[in-house]
Nanobody
Framework: QVQLVESGGGLVQAGGSLRLSCAVSGRSAGRSAMGWFRQAPGKERAFVAAINWSGSETLYTDSVKGRFTISRDGAHDSRTGTVYLQMTNLRPEDTAVYYC???????????????????WGQGTQVTVSS
């Protein structure tokens, strides 16, 4: 079991920055691949970024490449850790509820989908004004 709690969302002007945090706890916290997804109003939840268990590999959806950075801390054998999503040069189209997710695997697939992730946080709202 893994528990996830997101924080750091808010209202920001276009061009601004936010850093989302996801507090991870549970027996396999340090051995799980992690992801960030987002759901905009009227749209399906979509993949944003992923990171493997060690932090050595990351993946981003095309629309956020060069603007968002996913990272993580915490020992690999630890039951706690944090996953971050640093977001810069934000755009109004980035407005969404952002969700943190954990996968019961060390790595992520080359084309991550939400059904591959087993645990989810409650989400945090990010609103970017123009």
């Amino acid at each position: 079991q893994v528990q996830l709690v997101e924080s750091g969302g808010g209202l920001v002007q276009a061009g601004g920055s936010l850093r989302l945090s996801c507090a991870v706890s549970g027996r396999s916290a340090g051995r799980s691949a992690m992801g960030w997804f987002r759901q905009a109003p009227g749209k399906e939840r979509a993949f944003v970024a992923a990171i493997n268990w060690s932090g050595s590999e990351t993946l981003y959806t095309d629309s956020v490449k060069g603007r968002f950075t996913i990272s993580r801390d915490g020992a690999h054998d630890s039951r706690t850790g944090t996953v971050y999503l640093q977001m810069t040069n934000l755009r109004p189209e980035d407005t969404a509820v952002y969700y943190c997710a954990a996968r019961s695997a060390y790595v992520f697939d080359s084309d991550p989908h939400e059904y591959e992730f087993d645990y989810w946080g409650q989400g945090t709202q990010v609103t970017v004004s123009s």
